[in-house]
């Protein structure tokens, strides 16, 4: 961390995006967290990518709950809307505030605490509701917080900082998300943006609920060696089964790639995802596969990334319960009391 | 790229933008932190070590930091006006607000008996002077007038730089036991070289204005003044008065220094009036300001065709209207547009077209070697002429420059004599004195003031306009005050505090270009520079500024900074979780004259 606020000098070349907004202006208050904190990095991705897809930052709606990760929200779109929930509870609030006001982008943050601990249900009915989100775990497989014990997505076998040996199976967040019916499900890592940036904007373009698992070392409690979450460690066992490249609906499609290497999936929004196959015989769009496939890595140690599956054509919370299509803030008297005969008509039904 | 070679002590000054175009090589950010802290003794020392007129430069220097000055292209882009610091004005505050600093002036060693005759009492010679008197040499400065400081005290105004300043400041090295012989011309090199001196400095400047041999010259001689021998006799007071409408012909400093006096001796209707366009004028773009914040018009594109007169008196200059063209060789041309020509009623003239060097007392056989344009054969480097015992410097040596550029001949000459009087080879070099320190003092602490103001540069307060013009000899600018000069120094960068970078600590976490305000900090594949240039987070595209390049780092990648913009605030090593990356204060002192270039220590090491 640092006491002095960033400078608000900028390059002189930094870009403009549609908005006429540059990066800087989706940057939140400076960092409070450890230096070279792993969730330092997804922020900058997040700035990275809301930047890149220039989303007006007052139409976001960003929620966390408690831990290291659910402080990160300060760090970036620092004029967006912002709610820090009880410890694990973000999943709710941020259903109840997607129902109330359909029309902005639900940022849920939240840690491996957060959702594999205290927050695990929250999460699971999240996941299977579809609620229109992008769900951020950054998953650093301990408690920083509270100086370094294991969390429940670490894994058996690695050790602590001081050295002792975890013996519980871990929570795989990815695994659950897929056998929950979340429609859009990702893994990557904080220390590689290139993957990372891509995913998010993708997850934000995507309706239901989109999960992704970013793996975020712990500098100060879980870099060291024998542990399974550390930047040695993700670098020599990722293993990315796709590269993304996003393109927004209003861009035009320029890249030209050679046939057979890319899957094109195109998006409700008629925006397109390119998918660079990394891995020959994987299909984002096989659940089940998906599912076998990454017990197999998981089962050899290696750390599976990328888009690990996605439904391009899900329907959300929003569809499923037939809701109105306005805001309700938007909603006046009228549609709010229709009338002596309109409940006339809905008691009737019920008879 | 190969790693950049960070223990190569250009590297490092390079990156310190303000020191690295300062002729005399000043370490200007360590005087204005310095300034900041209200230290103004030590500031003025720090000047004075390098170069040696800190009042006097602080009012007049030509300042080649501030167009280098980093400060300027990070504000691009950011504000309405990007601005330098105002580094000159900051050495004034030092000079202005220092205590008594003569306790602080070196004692001269005892006489080493050796003698030295410095020819011209400007700052070239006086530099010399000062650099040997200190070490035990005899040094007599000989001057045709009758007191010190050469152009310093004949060609700046008053108005400029008062008078106690030059006085202080030449008085500090007169005092270190350097004779001046005043109203003593020297007639000839040759007479002076039989008297026996060890050594002979010269440094007699570009004495003689350049005059303009155009029709009516000689006709109306009696109003037709050259400007620098007008300017001399302005400043010695053999002339308070000048006519109602004055034309001054020339668009360079003296130009400008011509046209206030003027505007101060009764001149009421002054006007500039040069060949060129506004923006190829010589004259420091300030200097064109102060011109016309005083009611003095710039005309350009105008060449002087003829002076006008009637009864053997003045009446005018006519002017051809020129328009410039390039060739296809890309030189540039001033054509004539056809419009009719223009005339401009005028009472006095003021030629200020250039300065040329004047060695009629130097005789062509005694073994000093003279090119064809009447200069002297002199070594650039150890300011040595063909004469082994005879050096230049200043104007004299290479041509026209400035002062500050005349203060370096002269610590360089001053080398080359102690060297020859040594009996030691001129040619081989001492090497500057660096060292790197780091500069943290705790987890988020750095002695020095990492957090960057964004304030605008402020304007030095002046005299009002009625005031100043009604009297030649009051001192226009008043210079800042001590909290004028905090909020200006405020706005250095400190680059001298350099972003170190140890690329076997580093676990590349990202940490330090995400927090980069700048997008300094780049971790990709390695490649040619050209094509590296282009693949930063943001592109390179200042080829003048280095790229600071790592070894290898885990992933096979590595570090690249791009030095151009960066506001050395330290936020990349705050948030370094190894401290890969550290802020460490790169010092450097240019050899002077002395013991310690006499041996040849080898620069220290980077950490």
Partial sequence: ?351 | MQPTDISHPDYFHKVVDCQWACPAHTPVPEYIRLVAQGRYGDAYMVNWKSNVFPGILGRTCDRPCEPACRRGRVEEGNGAKPEPVAICRLKRVAADYKEDIRPRLPQPAARNGKRVACIGAGPASLTVARDLAVLGYRVVVFDAAERPGGMIRSQIPRFRLPEEVIEEEVGYILGLGVEFRGGTWVPSMKALLDEGWDAVFVGTGAPRGRDLDIPGRKEAAANIHVGIDWLANVAFGHVTAIGRRVVVLGGGNTAMDCCRSAKRLGGEDVKVIVRSGFDEMKASPWEKEDAMHEGIPILNWLVPKAFTHAGGRLTGVTFERVKATHDSGGRRHLVPTGEPDQHFACDDVLVAVGQENAFTWIERDIGIEFDRWGMAKVDPLTLQSTHPRVFFGGDSALGPKNIIWAVAHGHEAAISIDRHCRGEDVADRPAPQASLVSQKMGIHEWSYDNQVATDARYRVPLRDLSRALADIRVEVELGFDRELGFAEAQRCLNCDVQTVFADRLCIECDACADICPMDCISFVANGEEAELRTRLRAPAKNRAQDLYVSGGLKTGRVMVKDEDVCLHCGLCAERCPTGAWDMQKFLLEMAQAGAPCRSRPAPRKAA
């Fill in chain 1, 1 to 351: 961390m640092t006491y002095l606020a960033k400078p608000k000098l900028h390059h002189p070349d930094l870009p403009q995006n549609r908005l006429g907004y540059t990066r800087r202006d989706y940057e939140g208050t400076v960092s409070t967290l450890c230096a070279g904190c792993g969730h330092d990095s997804i922020s900058a991705a997040i700035i990275q990518a809301f930047f890149e897809l220039a989303i007006p930052p007052h139409r976001v709606a960003k929620l966390s709950g408690i831990g290291c990760s659910s402080k990160t929200p300060t760090y970036f779109l620092g004029q967006s809307h912002g709610f820090n929930s009880v410890h694990g509870r973000m999943p709710s609030v941020l259903t109840g505030a997607s129902l109330a006001n359909r029309e902005l982008v639900y940022l849920g943050v939240s840690g491996d605490g957060d959702s594999a601990s205290i927050g695990l249900g929250q999460f699971a009915h999240a996941m299977r509701r579809g609620v229109n989100m992008v769900y951020i775990v950054e998953n650093n497989g301990v408690y920083g917080l509270t100086k370094g014990q294991f969390s429940a997505t670490a894994d058996r076998g690695s050790k602590s900082k001081r050295g002792a040996v975890n013996t519980d199976s871990p929570i795989d967040l990815v695994g659950l998300a897929l056998q929950l019916g979340a429609s859009f499900v990702a893994r990557s890592f904080s220390g590689d943006k290139a993957q990372l940036v891509p995913l998010i904007k993708a997850a934000v373009e995507h309706r239901g609920a989109a999960f992704i698992d970013v793996v975020s070392p712990c500098v100060a409690f879980n870099n060291h060696p024998g542990s399974t979450k550390s930047y040695d460690y993700v670098r020599a066992h990722n293993e990315a089964v796709n590269r993304l490249d996003f393109m927004p609906r209003r861009d035009e499609v320029t890249a030209d790639y050679p046939p057979g290497s890319v899957v094109d999936v195109v998006m409700h929004d008629g925006s397109v995802m390119h998918l660079h196959k990394l891995a020959a015989d994987y299909d984002p769009t096989d659940r089940v596969r998906a599912m076998n496939y990454l017990a197999e890595r998981a089962a050899r140690g290696e750390v599976v990334t990328g888009l690990l599956y996605v439904d391009a054509r899900a329907e959300d919370l929003h569809y499923h319960l037939g809701t109105v299509d306005a805001p309700l803030n938007s909603l006046g008297e009228r549609e709010l009391c229709p009338g002596a005969a309109a409940l006339r008509e809905f008691n009737a039904a019920l008879r």
